[in-house]
């Protein structure tokens, strides 16, 4: 079967979740990519190591205008002759393959978190991560976005051939004028590990003991939503129900209670640790491993055990 | 400004989520349905905003039967002029999108809202699907929305960051937190709501593409594991031996 698999250029870096899109891929068939702007060539040929024979790419243009992306994939896809596209299902794939799907008159999929079962189904994540759905696909050619974080990327060995692809792109429909990106740190909806606070930190100027085991850990910072709210940390840290959604590997969160709404951000988190000194608090019944103790004394504490775990491995 | 602003029905966020006839359909047993919230508090309340700054007219539409109408009369109770309920039991994006693409052609909206997604699907899919359909631009995931006669200036997310972008109206627009805040209807809204025009329009027999055949609930979780807070070298040891996420 032919998987025509989009990645996202980002600026010449490859994404962990282009490399899970292109692991999926390869469980359903064999996977071209298609992706476009300035990437170069030793890069885009190292996804052969996922399993990609071929990278189409577009040099033509840079960025992701999702009208310019819609064209250039639905020309791949007519190209290679796909049967199954595949997408993240994270900000390019969200706006993508929506208009992909009505383009091709291909069924779409979003949010999957696992491969197609023997007849087709897919299991997508449902009701904010609450529960799980199985979807048939009713027409010939399929579109599956994946939720970030669900495939682990796996080597299988091998290169990609490159081909220069011209996707028939033609204009884009927004006009960029600035990015906003703040400098270094893990984004977070790719963060394997996150350290998460609320209110109970009792002010932005303590949150240097978050930032503090967070790069210890290598991990990324995140917030309730009350916090974003008022201004303590930017709104888009705000991991919850109308924020950010995420599944890291683990999920550390001190101070905050546990909100149904926030739980809805963070229950696909593989290991969840709480820390709140109240034990009543709801979070503790999602929770893996709980602390019931004071976030200003256990953080600095877990920092140093942390740091003391790196130096001894 | 003539502003289409498209809603959903959700369970209220509090709701038990269960399913029946073996696992094949969501348990609306004490459910109670809400308008899904990023279609009420950033969408419609964003395009009442624009509408009493610049002028125009709010109409909603929402594909749904005749019980959906509660929910659409508190959309009307919040503020919008007019209402449309394409008649069908809503079950996949694409018919959605097709039935609204279909009801919108040739009406001249400049502005099409929606919320980012719906809290029960979550897929993220009408907002493209409808601009694909009628061939317009799209700012997906907006975060704040003004218009300047013919262009519209938005915030929009990007991986770790936002975009501030330009389009040309008429465009569609999916909203999300920060766009606006919430409005809670007052009895005034509430009275005037029950004779706002709510037509009813025949649906126009669109496809299914994709049908939801199963649902299950995850794995309950095992009761959580207390760590001494004077310990922390044994949460580490857990958390790199047991759980195996360091």
């Known amino acids: 079967m032919s998987v025509l698999v989009y990645i996202n250029s980002n600026g010449g870096k490859l994404m962990k979740s282009a490399l899970e899109a292109v692991t999926y891929g390869k469980m359903i068939g064999d996977v071209t990519v298609v992706t476009n702007g300035s990437t170069g060539d030793d890069i885009l040929s190292s996804l052969g190591a996922y399993g990609a024979q071929k990278v189409l790419v577009d040099r033509s243009f840079d960025g992701t205008d999702a009208q310019q992306l819609t064209r250039l994939v639905g020309s791949a896809a007519e190209a290679t002759g796909a049967t199954s596209i595949v997408f993240s299902n994270d900000l390019v794939g969200k706006a993508v393959a929506p208009r992909l799907s009505v383009r091709l008159s291909a ?91 609320g209110r109970g930190l009792k002010g932005p100027e303590n949150w240097g003991m978050v930032e503090d085991l967070a790069n210890e850990l290598g991990a990324a910072t995140a917030c309730s939503r009350p916090v974003a709210d008022i201004g303590w940390r930017p709104h888009h840290e705000h991991v919850g129900q109308t924020g950010v959604a995420i599944r890291p590997n683990l999920y550390i969160a001190a101070g905050i209670s546990g909100a149904i709404q926030h739980l809805a951000g963070v229950n696909g988190s593989k290991v969840i640790v709480v820390i709140n000194t109240d034990a009543e608090a709801p979070f503790f019944k999602a929770a893996d491993y709980g602390i019931v103790g004071d976030a200003f004394e256990v953080l600095p504490r877990l920092t140093e055990a942390v740091k003391k775990f790196k130096a001894a491995n | 400004m003539k502003i289409l602003v498209c809603i959903s029905k959700a369970p209220d966020t509090t709701s038990k989520i269960a399913f029946t006839d073996g696992n094949t359909k969501f348990s609306e047993d004490g459910v109670q349905y809400i308008v899904n919230p990023y279609d009420e508090w950033y969408a419609l309340v964003r395009g009442l905003e624009l509408k009493e700054s610049v ?71 009408v907002a493209g699907m409808i601009a694909e359909h009628l061939d317009l631009p799209l700012v997906s995931l907006a975060s704040k929305l003004d218009v300047n006669g013919a262009t519209a200036t938005c915030d929009k997310e990007i991986v770790g960051g936002l975009e501030i972008v330009e389009v040309q109206l008429p465009a569609v627009i999916s ?3 920060g766009m606006a805040e919430q409005r809670i209807p007052n009895m005034r809204g509430i009275m005037a709501a029950r004779t706002k025009p709510l037509n009813v329009v025949a649906a126009s027999a669109s496809v299914l593409n994709t049908e939801f055949v199963a649902y299950d609930l995850p794995a309950p979780k095992s009761a ?23």
């Not at chain 1, 999929?109 to 997508?124: E, F, L, N, Q, W």
């Not at chain 2, 594991?225 to 857990?238: Q, R």
């Open chain 2, 55 to 125: 002028g125009g007219s709010v109409t909603i539409v929402t594909v749904g039967t005749a019980e959906d109408e509660p929910t659409i009369r508190k959309a009307l109770a919040i503020g919008a002029d007019e209402a449309v309920r394409i008649d069908a039991e809503a079950k996949d994006a694409f018919q959605v999108a097709t039935e609204i693409a279909n009801y919108a052609k040739g009406q001249g909206f400049d502005l099409i809202l929606t919320g980012k997604e719906t809290i029960n699907y979550n897929g993220s899919q």
């Open chain 1, 107 to 197: 069924g779409l999929v979003s949010g999957a978190t696992g491969a197609p079962d023997a007849d087709g189904k897919i299991k997508v994540n449902v009701f904010s991560g609450k529960a799980f759905g199985h979807v048939k696909v009713n027409t010939t050619k399929r579109i599956i976005s994946l939720l970030p974080n669900s495939f682990q990327p796996q080597e299988v060995g091998g290169s990609a051939s490159i081909e220069e692809f011209d996707g028939n792109a033609g204009a884009a429909g927004l006009v960029v004028k600035a990015t906003k990106k703040p400098e270094g740190g893990v984004p977070l909806p790719e963060a394997e590990l996150v350290v998460s606070a």
């Open chain 2, 175 to 177: 909203c999300a937190k």
């Open chain 2, 224 to 246: 959580v594991k207390l760590i001494d807070p004077e310990n922390m070298d044994a949460l580490v040891e857990l958390l790199h031996n047991e759980a195996k996420v360091i």
